[in-house]
T-cell receptor
Framework: AQSVSQHNHHVILSEAASLELGCNYS??????LFWYVQYPGQHLQLLLK??????LVKGIKGFEAEFIKSKFSFNLRKPSVQWSDTAEYFCAVGLGSGTYKYIFGTGTRLKVLA | DTEVTQTPKHLVMGMTNKKSLKCEQH?????MYWYKQKAKKPPELMFVYSYEKLSINESVPSRFSPECPNSSLLNLHLHALQPEDSALYLCASSQGDRNQETQYFGPGTRLLVL
């Protein structure tokens, strides 16, 4: 069965620390990859997405992610986190090229200490 | 306007009640989605409507009944729910009809079934 794994469930960092959140998926076909963020009290919003082309994609607020096809991974990175990055981060995978289906990872709760 | 609105924000219902959740978007999106999110879990897809037709039903129990009266509105009718159905119900929409599209999420309706 297809699945999306986020291995870090809770991450605590100090401001200015670097961030990397892992995302791995199990699906052998074409995928479209997304990172969504949910700030406290707010709804899910898109951070960045990858469909094709350059495997290093840049999103909003200084976030970037790298698609490594051979590792079935799409890790999220930020060189220097801020307190305002405290949120829950979800990796999502769109399966195939002709369906509407997203599968979400289990989420990573990030807390940034001021 | 990139907003998806959902009403009500909170809903408490008994197991014999009938209620409805409402979702609205005015972005001209042609695909709309219902997700269920339990606490500390990722969103799980329930239904997808594309061009006002039901496209995906993820084996959801019949006590949940979706309806898409027009391209801007999506309802979820609830009847004879169980306490385990208590969750955050998220609506989303996307422009096209394939999973390359970014999904825009509403704030959700927090449902408690007593």
């Amino acid at each position: 069965a297809q699945s999306v794994s986020q291995h870090n469930h809770h991450v605590i960092l100090s401001e200015a620390a670097s961030l990397e959140l892992g995302c791995n998926y199990s699906y052998g076909g074409t995928v479209n990859l997304f990172w969504y963020v949910q700030y406290p009290g707010q709804h899910l919003q898109l951070l960045l997405k990858y469909f094709s082309g350059d495997p290093l994609v840049k999103g909003i607020k200084g976030f970037e992610a790298e698609f490594i096809k051979s590792k079935f991974s799409f890790n999220l990175r930020k060189p220097s986190v801020q307190w305002s990055d405290t949120a829950e981060y979800f990796c999502a995978v769109g399966l195939g090229s002709g369906t509407y289906k997203y599968i979400f990872g289990t989420g990573t709760r990030l807390k940034v200490l001021a | 306007d990139t907003e998806v609105t959902q009403t009500p924000k909170h809903l408490v219902m008994g197991m014999t009640n009938k209620k409805s959740l409402k979702c609205e978007q005015h972005m001209g999106h042609r695909a709309m989605y219902w997700y269920k999110q339990k606490a500390k879990k990722p969103p799980e897809l329930m239904f997808v409507y594309s061009y006002e037709k039901l496209s995906i039903n993820e084996s959801v129990p019949s006590r949940f009944s979706p309806e898409c009266p027009n391209s801007s509105l999506l309802n979820l009718h609830l009847h004879a729910l169980q306490p385990e159905d208590s969750a955050l119900y998220l609506c989303a929409s996307s422009q096209g009809d394939r999973n390359q599209e970014t999904q825009y999420f509403g704030p959700g309706t927090r449902l408690l079934v007593l």
